[in-house]
């Protein structure tokens, strides 16, 4: 009511009723008075000048190179730590044997040595989280995680080895490791000779296409820059899948790409983007995209590939590792500096390399097993692996031994020599360069 | 200025307290702390950081950023990604548009026809809204995807052509800013159209105007506070939009939200994201001073 008749305390107006001649004549503050007031207050405390003061501080000390200060990781460091029966271990979502809500390997786990795992999915990305546990590590404090899952093909995984925030492995307790780690992730290209990290789960980023509708999908990355699927064809937003991909397509192996072939391999997708070739550049959303024929055929990451064909609405879906090869990506656990329970992630690392245990993930997961020998297992379950395998098996719905024959989670030769490896960037300015050339295409306008 | 006439108790004016106690003179300071401190912590700080940062040359790996005052970093940004942002103010737009006119009917209609229902109206006006913005959207790209239940269903009746679709264009992430902004254009317009006195109305028709020179003359211009506080809540938060644009858009209609998203997380530049950020702001600060110039709005704070 007020608005409408104005209450204005300089107003003046002849016959007021009682009521706003009250108003007018008591010292009162209206909400707009309040909301000046207000602003005045904030800003007279905002012009102190934080200007120079506020930024985000950075590393400045910790690029010591890649020893850790105070012998950290060294055996004699090693023979002092304890177990405390506990351990944090952060990964990614859907990445570990789920039933009813539950993950059968991690209990066993805790049954075998009475450690009790607290088992969080924070990581969705590598950068973001990353950019999460790095003000931690920075301040020389535990990140609250003692186990973490980075991907060898994103920048984090460089950066953490080089600025000194992991902790080299503890080499007496990798009996499992040494003993059944497959070729592909034992001593591998981004961390010579294991040093810091240990495979969890590998995989190929390869082509997925439906079968119903691509009846010969050739055997090359050209059909992803075949004008009879214009319109129809995804590709991944990531700027190093993106890239790697466009080397492929030009001929080029990106493991020892140079910077003027990233240039030639831009241009190409842009050339495939400016055609409309291209429905949209996708992250993990792409798979439903394949699935729901939004679009036909796509870069597709091999274990999303299986998932969907377990369930019979999709099994058009069918995946194709090119004969430029497939990208083989690795997803490493590793124990961020100032962990507090190094000794307890050790033992669950190393105790995933198991082969009764990873059959049992693998059975869920359906990733590139880094131990070879779970194939056996799952053809041949005994003991705790058949009882848990058995259980699942409701739910999963197929034999173990469709995840056993499949070339995807235990690879032969042939695959296994069809896999490129990432191009490992050596600089700075090396991932700006990259980045420059292949995010431009994925968010240009 | 003449002295107001007080006929029942004249001396009342010149009683006014000519010191007031400390107390009442700090009252509104006192009052207005908690809104100042949240504005504090939660704007100036963060803004002030933002520009900060924005002068900084930062590294990605170690995330130590120095202050350099560079200046070049607006100029670059700009030149990289300009039409990102004309995309952005061209979708915000339509989008607040289409809001607008979408809602006006529907306000008007809740406010003068509403009876005593007026409060279920606007619960159901607001009920879709309850479900979080992201499944929302993303439960629009199910509907509308190429085979989905309504184009599949209009492809395999031979109404559509086979290629057609609606997803992975800019109508689409139009279509989605329009619907998830909804509720910010019709509350206030809402807020406007029922403050306005229904017997105004029934003075213009006793005036002989018609129907439609009582809306364009009477209604209409009472409710221009309304319609600027709908335009600021739908066109500011759209504009820097990136959810509607990532789950409806395609490869031509980036907007500058999803390039600022990237900046930050996937490069890890923060640098330039604060740089673009900024950008954004003083464009939204523009378009919103030059908007309020145009309607001569200046009672805008009543209304949010």
């Known amino acids: 009511?007020?608005?409408?008749?104005?209450?204005?305390?300089?107003g003046q107006r002849p016959g007021l009723d009682p009521a706003i001649r009250r108003g007018l004549t008591q010292p009162r503050f209206?909400?707009?008075?309040?909301?000046?007031?207000?602003?005045?207050?904030?800003?007279?405390?905002?012009?102190?000048?934080?200007?120079?003061?506020?930024?985000?501080?950075g590393a400045t000390t910790a690029s010591s190179g890649s020893t850790p200060a105070g012998g950290v990781g060294t055996a004699a460091w090693w023979a002092k730590q304890k177990l405390h029966h506990k351990v944090n271990f952060a990964n990614w979502p859907y990445y570990i044997d789920v039933l009813k809500g539950k993950h059968p390997s991690l209990e066993h786990f805790t049954q075998q040595t009475g450690i009790q795992v607290t088992y969080t999915e924070p990581i969705n990305d590598n950068p973001p989280f990353y950019a999460k546990i790095r003000?931690?590590?920075?301040?020389?404090?535990?990140?609250?995680?003692?186990?973490?899952?980075?991907?060898?093909?994103?920048?984090?995984?460089?950066?953490?080895?080089?600025?000194?925030?992991?902790?080299?492995?503890?080499?007496?307790?990798?009996?499992?490791?040494?003993?059944?780690?497959?070729?592909?992730?034992?001593?591998?290209?981004?961390?010579?000779?294991?040093?810091?990290?240990?495979?969890?789960?590998?995989?190929?980023?390869?082509?997925?296409y439906n079968s119903s509708m691509i009846q010969n999908p050739g055997t090359s990355v050209g059909i992803l820059f075949d004008k009879k699927y214009s319109g129809k064809i995804g590709m991944m937003s990531d700027p190093q899948e993106l890239g790697s991909l466009g080397l492929l397509a030009i001929g080029v192996d990106p493991a020892s790409s140079t910077e003027s072939e990233w240039a030639k391999a831009a241009k190409k997708l842009q050339t495939q983007k400016s055609d409309g070739l291209v429905r949209a550049y996708y992250d993990q959303s792409y798979i439903d995209h394949l699935k729901n024929g939004d679009i036909l055929v796509s870069m597709a990451w091999s274990g999303d590939i299986f998932q969907a064909d377990l369930n019979s609405k999709y099994k058009a879906l069918k995946l194709?590792?090119?004969?430029?090869?497939?990208?083989?990506?690795?997803?490493?656990?590793?124990?961020?500096?100032?962990?507090?329970?190094p000794k307890d992630a050790m033992t669950l690392m190393d105790f995933y390399f198991d082969p009764q245990v990873q059959a049992?993930?693998?059975?869920?997961?359906d990733y590139v097993c880094p131990v070879p020998d779970a194939q056996n297992v799952l053809r041949h379950p005994t003991g705790w692996a058949k009882t848990a395998l058995d259980a699942m098996r409701p739910e999963i719905g197929l034999a173990p031994s469709v995840t056993a024959d499949a070339q995807t989670v235990f690879p032969d030769e042939q695959y296994i020599k069809d896999s490129k490896n990432y191009y490992q960037y050596k600089s700075q300015e090396e991932l700006t360069a990259w980045n420059n050339l292949f995010l431009p295409i994925t968010q240009g306008s | 200025m003449e002295q107001p006439v007080l006929a029942d108790h004249p001396g009342l004016v010149t009683?006014?307290?000519?010191?007031?106690?400390?107390?009442?003179?700090?009252?509104?300071?006192?009052?207005?702390?908690?809104?100042?401190?949240?504005?504090?912590?939660?704007?100036?700080?963060?803004?002030?950081?933002?520009?900060?940062?924005?002068?900084?040359?930062?590294?990605?790996a170690s995330g130590a950023c120095v202050m350099t005052w560079h200046w070049g970093e607006f100029g670059q940004q700009l030149s990289l990604y300009h039409t990102q942002f004309i995309t952005s103010i061209y979708f915000a737009g339509a989008a607040t548009i289409i809001d607008l006119i979408v809602s006006f009917p529907i306000a008007y209609w809740i406010a003068f026809h509403g009876g005593n229902k007026k409060n279920f109206f606007l619960l159901m006006l607001l009920v879709p809204f309850f479900v979080s913005f992201v499944i929302r959207t993303v439960v629009w790209e199910f509907i509308l995807s190429d085979q989905g239940i309504i184009l599949g269903s209009l492809k395999n009746a031979h109404l559509l052509p086979q290629n057609f679709h609606v997803l992975a264009t800019g109508y689409a992430v139009v279509a989605g800013l329009a619907y998830n902004y909804l509720p910010f254009t019709a509350l206030p317009l809402y807020v406007a159209i029922e403050r306005i006195d229904k017997r105004v109305l029934d003075a213009a028709y006793d005036l002989y105007a018609s129907k439609r020179q009582a809306f364009l003359r009477v209604i209409l211009p009472l409710t221009i506070p309304g319609l600027f506080a709908a335009f600021l809540l739908t066109f500011v938060p759209a504009l820097g939009d990136y959810i509607n644009q990532q789950i409806l858009g395609g490869t031509s209609n980036t907007m500058i939200g999803t390039v600022i998203q990237n900046a930050f997380l996937v490069n890890l530049d923060y640098a330039g994201g604060s740089a673009l950020s900024a950008v954004l702001l003083a464009v939204a600060l523009v378009g919103i001073f030059a908007y309020a110039r145009l309607l001569g709005s200046r009672t805008i704070e009543e209304y949010i």
């Open chain 1, 1 to 10: 009511m007020e608005e409408q008749h104005g209450t204005d305390p300089g």
């Open chain 1, 30 to 57: 209206s909400r707009r008075q309040l909301l000046r007031s207000a602003g005045a207050g904030a800003g007279a405390l905002s012009i102190g000048g934080f200007l120079a003061a506020c930024g985000v501080k």
């Open chain 1, 135 to 208: 003000p931690s590590l920075q301040a020389k404090q535990y990140t609250g995680y003692d186990i973490i899952v980075t991907t060898n093909n994103s920048p984090p995984l460089g950066y953490l080895i080089d600025f000194g925030w992991l902790i080299p492995l503890d080499r007496s307790m990798m009996t499992n490791f040494n003993k059944y780690a497959g070729p592909l992730i034992k001593n591998p290209s981004w961390d010579p000779g294991n040093k810091y990290t240990m495979a969890w789960q590998s995989g190929w980023t390869a082509i997925g």
């Open chain 1, 320 to 341: 194709l590792i090119p004969q430029e090869g497939g990208m083989f990506w690795t997803d490493n656990m590793c124990i961020p500096m100032y962990a507090q329970n």
């Open chain 1, 360 to 365: 049992v993930v693998e059975y869920y997961n």
């Open chain 2, 15 to 60: 009683r006014r307290r000519t010191r007031p106690r400390l107390g009442k003179a700090l009252a509104p300071y006192l009052l207005s702390l908690p809104a100042g401190l949240w504005l504090l912590v939660l704007f100036l700080i963060p803004l002030v950081v933002m520009l900060s940062l924005s002068l900084q040359t930062c590294n990605s």
